[in-house]
């Protein structure tokens, strides 16, 4: 199980988010397999919907 806690910093939208988001797993989650990297990008692009910063 993945969490992911989806907050969107001020003026940023939700392609842009989940595009930078995105860039940080294929970078930082070095113990994923390509086909699990695939998976979560696909949970991403049709699930999430990352809430705005508050502050």
Same mark, same amino acid.
């Given at each position: 199980m993945?969490?992911?806690d989806a907050i969107r910093s001020?003026? &940023?939208n939700r392609e842009?988010?989940?595009d930078r988001y995105?860039?940080?797993v294929r970078r930082d989650w070095s113990l994923? &397999?390509?086909r699990e990297v695939t998976m979560v990008e696909?949970?991403?692009r049709s699930s999430d919907f990352p809430?705005?910063?508050p502050s």
């Open positions: 993945i969490l992911i001020s003026g &940023e842009s988010y989940i995105l860039d940080n994923l &397999e390509a696909d949970r991403m809430a705005l910063n």
